[in-house]
């Protein structure tokens, strides 16, 4: 059983940038794929990242590829998505995900979720 919380949402202007954080309770952090993904409201779950186990390879979804960077710490059981020139359409719940594939981009493919941190951009 893994739990996993996230934090760093908030409300920014456009342009600026939010680096979200998600800690992992248990030991076998460093074996499990980690994700990103958001949802907005009327809108269906959207993939964002992945990150390996060790941290060496890493996938994007096309809508924040060259914008968002993955990342993780396994000594501080922690994946971060740094988010760089955040526009308004970035406005969505995010949440982190465990146990997926690196490069299965649906939900169902991750066993463990986070609560969400709520990210909004204004124009």
């Known amino acids: 059983q893994v739990q996993l919380v996230e934090s760093g949402g908030g409300l920014v202007q456009a342009g600026d940038s939010l680096r979200l954080s998600c800690v992992a309770s248990?030991?076998?952090?460093?074996?499990?794929?980690m994700g990103w993904f958001r949802q907005a409201p009327g809108k269906e779950r959207e993939f964002l990242a992945a990150?390996?186990?060790?941290?060496?390879?890493?996938y994007y979804g096309d809508s924040v590829k060259g914008r968002f960077t993955i990342s993780r710490d396994n000594a501080k059981n922690t994946v971060y998505l740094q988010t760089y020139s955040l526009k308004p359409e970035d406005t969505a719940v995010y949440y982190c995900?465990?146990?997926?594939?690196?490069?299965?981009?649906?939900?169902?493919?991750?066993?463990?979720w986070g609560q969400g941190t709520q990210v909004t951009v204004s124009s």
């Open positions: 990150i390996s186990g060790g941290g060496t390879t890493t």
């Open positions: 995900a465990a146990g997926g594939s690196l490069y299965k981009v649906s939900g169902g493919a991750y066993d463990y």
């Open positions: 248990g030991r076998t952090f460093s074996s499990y794929v």
